[in-house]
């Protein structure tokens, strides 16, 4: 089909006709002011994408900066009611880039004619039929009629052709011979617009860059001679970029290429511009400093009439942009009425192919097993609607998080579910979970909390007359006691300097005495859990074994802890029905060196890797296993963890010194309450906490020195100090509890729940909370 774009002559006659056509038509009447476009290029298409666009080309009429013309744009058959009309004004022929273009809609019914006016603006203030550059023109001098893209250059220092450059052919600034003397010479401009010889001495410029121009900035030489480096003009406005000299071609990049002084010249930025498809846009730079339209790329797009994302299956519109109301870039929709029917859709039982598979109602299999959510069981069953459900065969039940594993859960919404992930239990009665020890109706202790959850403490006469305190189990005040151990129900071991060792069995309400009954300094105890004797580890190799009612000690002929000054013990079972004891010391022959010992019946192993000294060990099994101690003052003092690695057999460390905040001081004790929680205390107040996969800094009593630690949840957490103090952490705060009574260090604690808790120290003291 030809253009149906054509000179408006007797408009109103030719439509009255009927003859031309009947679908309606535009009077368009395109005038401008400012400037004379040498050709006009004007447009009409459907605004919604359908069909081809029309265009015609015409000269511009009327005065030097003024003026108009009219055509009559026909609205094609096929197209909708809206037309998008288009004027593009360019300065002599209609190619390359217009100087000013503009757009608009306008609504065309059927046998109408409607009116519509698009005004040019650009300005042609010398009227030599350049538009000036700040309008989008090429007229890089709109004051004068000498200076346009069509003038002759001439020879002075001015931009005549409006190229970017300025005396081109000219080689003004270039050398040459000064005739008559002894110094070389630049080109430069006479007066007559012709170039001339000119001796230049002192004018020699650095040319950083080799770029053939001079620093216009920097200072000269006087030479009749060309300088190495040097050259005679002064035109370079960067001479540390040979791609920025005088006459440069000018790059889009905000960059004053060309030497002229204006960044970007001559290129239009932001004038309006035809791209892809005919779609709008602004002139912008691009990445490779030209110039690119910056319009949206056209994109194929159908209809949504059910708007449920699809379009329907037919040739589609083009559009300027990728989204348009009502439209949608796929068309892929089988039944574009029903937004129920689509090839995302559901199938369901309605007689219609819901997904656009070419099938109907496929899948349903009523009866067989499925998963209607929550981890829960279930059966497809109908609806009343014609679809389809998951039917529960159990309904699904809210469990809740139990952290300190005494199957109350926290008070929360808990989790919806048939099959609870571990952890996790069907009680939400825990008023603290953190705390073993309370829940709901959990029996009242003697521990200063309120273990039922009833708003009061210690209530039910559960403490001694007075309140809990500190009792006094000593019948000495000489030995140093330094490790304290639980046994059976209510039996306590302690052990310490000089040869000391006293148990208390189950039972019983007095302290059996064994001193002297293995010989050695001792710092460790712990109860084997199926031989039910207890393990003493202390000083130079010391390991020695006591049973409930031996008459003497019994030390292994082959040292468990060879080269190893032993600090801590513990003893936990296997699978297999045996005992593993791991002792952790300080080596013997390095004090900058620890050994953990691990014995089991096949006997002893060490660890091959160096570890720093170390205080304390503790564990449940081979999976929460850990070692702490660290470095004394003067030789690093810093915290050290390890843990110990069944598929290595060995114990690599926790990094805890590179923790932020944590005190760099030699960690003390060490307590596993569980295979996701553990706690590290020592010196200067060092608390931290392993929450299962890492350690972090903790808050702490006090500054002062943290000697041991026992612990039963987050919320329940006690430790002793070298002040002689005990303190208690109830999830929130730190408590000192009440005096032990005495001074000095209380070197261990022990505890099977917190209404029974042992500590022991210096002066002899044995003391057992709460009576």
Not at 455 to 482: F, I, K, L, Y
């Amino acid at each position: 089909m030809s253009p149906r774009l054509v000179l408006l002559v007797g408009l109103l006659a030719l439509l009255g006709t009927g003859c031309r056509n009947n679908e309606g038509a535009v009077k368009l009447t395109v005038s401008y002011s400012g400037f004379k476009p040498g050709c006009i290029r004007v447009g009409v298409r459907d605004a919604q994408g359908s069909g081809e666009p029309r265009t015609t080309e015409l000269p511009g009429k009327g005065e030097p900066r003024s003026g108009s013309v009219t055509v009559a744009a026909f609205r094609e058959s096929g197209w909708g009611t809206t037309l998008l009309v288009t004027a593009e004004a360019f300065e002599t022929e209609c190619s390359g880039t217009p100087v000013t273009i503009k757009a608009e809609e306008v609504a065309v019914n059927p046998g109408e004619v409607a009116a519509k006016e698009l005004r040019l603006e650009a300005t042609d203030a010398d009227e030599d039929g350049y538009v000036s550059m700040a309008t989008g023109g090429t007229d890089c001098d709109d004051t004068g009629r000498e200076q346009h893209p069509g003038a002759q250059e001439l020879c002075n220092d001015r931009d005549d052709n409006c190229d970017g450059r300025k005396d081109e052919t000219f080689e003004v600034g270039q050398m040459c011979d000064v005739p008559d003397n002894g110094c070389k010479g630049a080109w430069t401009c006479n007066p007559q617009g012709a170039r001339a010889c000119v001796a230049r001495p002192g004018q020699w410029r650095k040319d950083a860059d080799n770029d053939g121009q001079g620093d216009k900035v920097g200072m000269g030489l006087t030479s009749c001679t060309q300088p190495l480096g040097y050259v005679a003009n002064d035109l370079d406005c960067d001479d540390t970029n040979p791609q920025r000299f005088s006459g440069a071609p000018e790059l889009c990049n905000a960059v004053d290429d060309n030497c002229d002084g204006v960044p970007d010249d001559g290129l239009q930025l932001n004038a309006d511009c035809t791209g892809e498809g005919s779609c709008m846009g602004k002139r912008v730079c691009g990445t490779d400093g030209g110039v690119i339209c910056n319009n949206p790329k056209p994109a194929m797009l159908y209809a949504d009439n059910d708007s449920d994302t699809y379009g329907t299956a037919d040739a589609g519109v083009m559009n300027c942009g990728p989204t348009r109301a009502g439209y949608v870039a796929n068309s892929t929709d089988c039944d574009d009425t029903r937004a129920q029917v689509n090839p995302a859709a559901r199938e369901i039982c309605d007689s219609l192919d819901n997904n656009c598979d070419g099938t109907q109602d496929e899948g349903y299999s009523v009866g067989t097993a499925c998963s209607p959510g929550y981890n829960c069981p279930g059966t497809t069953a109908c609806v009343a609607d014609g679809g389809t459900q998951c039917a529960f065969t159990t309904m699904p039940s809210n469990y809740y998080l139990d952290e300190d594993l005494d199957s109350h859960g926290k008070p929360d919404a808990g989790v919806l579910t048939c099959t609870p992930d571990a952890g996790y239990v069907p009680l939400g009665d825990d008023c603290d979970d953190g705390n073993p020890f309370t829940y709901a109706n959990a029996p009242e202790l003697c521990d200063q909390v309120d273990n039922n959850c009833q708003g009061t403490v210690d209530e039910g006469g559960v403490c001694p007359a007075g309140g809990g305190g500190w009792v006094s189990q000593s019948t000495t005040t000489s030995e140093n006691w330094r490790s304290v151990t639980l046994w059976g129900a209510g039996g306590v071991w302690v052990t310490g300097s000089g040869n000391a060792l006293r148990s208390r069995p189950p039972g019983e309400t007095t302290f059996r005495n064994f001193d002297g009954h293995c010989a050695g300094d001792w710092y460790g105890i712990s109860v084997d859990p199926v031989y039910k004797y207890a393990v003493l580890v202390g000083q130079g190799t010391a390991v020695a074994y006591h049973g409930p009612t031996d008459a003497a000690c019994i030390t292994p002929s082959a040292p468990a802890a060879a080269d190893t000054h032993a600090r801590g013990v513990t003893i936990f079972s296997l699978a297999d029905g045996s005992t593993e004891a791991h002792i952790a010391g300080i080596s013997m022959s390095n004090s900058d060196r620890g050994r953990v010992v691990s014995r089991t019946l096949g006997g002893d192993r060490a660890n091959p890797n160096d570890v720093g000294p170390l205080m304390d060990v503790h564990g449940l099994s081979r999976d929460a296993l850990f070692a702490v101690g660290g470095y004394l003052p003067g030789k690093g003092s810093t915290p050290r963890v390890y843990r110990f690695h069944q598929a290595d057999n060995d114990w690599k460390t926790e990094n805890v010194q590179d923790i932020s905040g944590v005190v760099g001081e030699q960690l003390r004790g060490v307590w596993v309450v569980n295979s996701k929680l553990a706690y590290a205390v020592g010196n200067k107040g060092s608390v931290l906490m392993w929450n299962g996969s890492t350690w972090s800094k903790h808050s702490a009593p006090s500054g002062d020195d943290l000697l041991s630690v026992v612990a039963f949840g987050k919320s329940s957490i006690y430790v002793s100090t070298d002040n002689g103090k005990v303190f208690r952490y109830n999830g929130s705060t730190w408590t000192a509890m009440p005096a032990t009574g005495g001074g000095g260090a209380l070197n261990d604690i022990a505890a099977s729940r917190p209404d029974d808790i042992w500590v022991v120290g210096s002066g002899g003291r044995i003391l057992h909370w709460p009576q």
